[in-house]
């Protein structure tokens, strides 16, 4: 066990302070975060590698959905309007499903962030997991904080020119990765990667390799934190998600004040005494180079890494983990009103401990019951509500469908034997990856008979017609109605769509046209 005065003592500076704020035009300041190890730590590494997985793997797995479609399990075929996930495929008159996915996701960002704060932020935003990577690099090769700090106000030598050189290539590396990653999501894969190489892909698959190649460099590697601080309005919009019973990353000056690296020596002079030695370990594990110990700031994004870096601390120094932690503002307000007395003094850690050292049974604590209020679970509510409906849609919905346009100009013609004749496009929507053979029936129309164009077959009330798989097939087809038949200026009818082998069918209502003077 250590004392404080044995613990190591960081000067860092803060780039982003609570208490002086950085004009919005001022040079960038470098932040070289110092390896945090911990519970938090080893989450993000967690994430980091689930997330980077699911990315550059995802174009590379396989789904068989038979001879006539695509066998690439993730594929959005911009050429042919297709959007295949797994066993799901979407065409482009149902992207409502897409659409009700991106209000799935603000529901669920909205309901993360009011439950625990920027965690999106924190762990799985890609901007946060991409410079997660590229610090790694980074310390590998240039070595952690100090040494970095060392190297970059050093002199450029030949060491220093390899490092750095070493480092921007390997960057640019993974920013062609990710660009390379991001365009097979459009295309077979295996295919697309061996045009890549070989110089017959398409212009726009380099330009966009080039263009992500460059903004993953440029987003991951040159500017970090500026993006979140500058870039992203997320964190502008955060503070209206969050309420008292939010959990957020919190320094718990209650018991941390007055912080000092002296205690025996304040103690020895009757003065109070708080856990924080002001070691600025906090500060050094900060990616976004903010004190956490200045309160709530828009540029943190409740990583975590200042709790391990502070637990190790109070490890070393035998006293209880917590002095930075994830807490509620409600139990932080009762926690300072009970190390203030109320308000009277200012903070006392004293107050808020017993005579043995522990802390007061007064003191309150997070309970995960307290995150689980109305407004978590009205956004619990909606969240599922629109995924059952997505499901329930995806479900059910019909692999066959029918639309009709009718002819406009002319809206009919008077045949030689007295009959009117009204013109259709039919469009027969073939929604599975196997050909079909659909049976196009005119119902509703007494006596009406229909004909095809390009189908040498005599005029009747039903026709077959052979429809390739996952398309869609247009037919032009006439509608004759004799005259003593026609008892009204505009009569309604459907065509059926039907397969007679898996029993799908569909109709659609359409109108029948006849002049005035018919009736």
Not at 239 to 250: G, H, P, Q, R
Not at 487 to 514: G, H, I, L, M, P
Request: aromatic content about 10%.
């Amino acid at each position: 066990m250590l004392d404080n005065t044995q613990i190591e003592r960081i000067e860092p500076t803060t780039v982003n302070s609570a208490k002086v704020r950085q004009p919005m035009y001022a040079a960038r300041r470098k932040i070289f975060p110092k390896r945090a190890s911990g519970s938090f730590r080893r989450f993000k590494w967690i994430v980091m590698a689930i997330t980077l997985g699911i990315y550059y793997l995802t174009p590379w797995l396989r789904w068989d959905r038979g001879p006539f479609a695509p066998d690439q399990a993730v594929l959005l075929d911009v050429a042919n309007r297709r959007f295949y996930f797994f066993f799901v495929e979407i065409w482009p008159q149902e992207f409502y499903y897409v659409a009700g996915l991106l209000v799935m996701a603000g529901v669920g960002l909205f309901l993360i962030t009011s439950t625990v704060g920027r965690a999106w932020c924190g762990y799985t935003c890609p901007q946060t997991v991409w410079v997660d990577l590229f610090l790694v690099v980074e310390r590998a090769i240039e070595g952690d904080r100090n040494a970095r700090i060392k190297l970059d106000a050093g002199p450029w030598t030949t060491r220093k020119l390899v490092l750095r050189a070493s480092k921007h290539v390997t960057w640019l590396v993974i920013g062609a990765a990710t660009g390379g990653a991001w365009i097979f999501y459009f295309a077979d894969a295996p295919t697309l990667l061996g045009e890549l190489f070989t110089g017959t892909a398409a212009p726009v698959a380099y330009i966009t390799v080039a263009v992500l190649t460059a903004t993953t460099y440029t987003f991951g590697g040159l500017m970090r934190e500026q993006v979140c601080t500058y870039m992203c309005p997320w964190p502008r919009i955060q503070a209206a998600m969050l309420d008292e019973s939010s959990l957020t990353v919190t320094y718990n000056d209650w018991r941390g004040e007055p912080r000092t690296p002296h205690a025996k020596k304040v103690l020895a002079a009757g003065h109070p005494v708080g856990d924080c030695v002001d070691c600025n370990a906090c500060v050094a594990v900060c990616p976004m180079g903010i004190d956490i110990r200045d309160g709530q700031q828009l540029e943190c994004i409740t990583c975590a890494l200042c709790i391990d870096a502070c637990d190790g601390v109070m490890d070393k120094l035998g006293k209880a983990r917590g002095l930075i932690s994830y807490a509620t503002l409600s139990d932080y307000n009762a926690n300072m009103i009970l190390a203030t007395a109320g308000g009277a003094s200012s903070v006392d850690p004293s107050l808020v401990r017993t005579d043995d050292g522990l802390f007061s049974d007064r003191v309150a604590h997070f309970q995960v019951r307290k995150i689980f209020r109305p407004r978590t679970y009205v956004y619990m509510a909606t969240w599922s509500l629109i995924g059952l409906g997505l499901l329930f849609s995806l479900l059910t919905r019909d692999g066959l469908e029918i639309n009709v346009l009718h002819d406009r100009n002319p809206q009919f013609v008077t045949l030689s034997d007295g009959s009117i004749r009204n013109g259709y496009t039919v469009k027969l929507l073939n929604m599975i990856p196997e050909p079909r053979t659909l049976v196009v029936t005119v119902g509703g129309l007494a006596g009406a008979e229909m004909s095809i164009v390009g189908v040498d077959l005599p005029a009747d009330r039903s026709f077959a017609v052979q429809v390739e798989p996952d398309r869609l097939k247009m037919l032009k087809v006439f509608v004759r109605l004799p005259a003593d038949r026609i008892n009204r200026q505009a009569q309604t009818f459907t065509f059926r769509v039907e397969d007679k082998v898996s029993f799908e069918s569909n109709e659609y209502t359409a109108t029948f046209n006849a002049p005035e003077t018919a009736r």
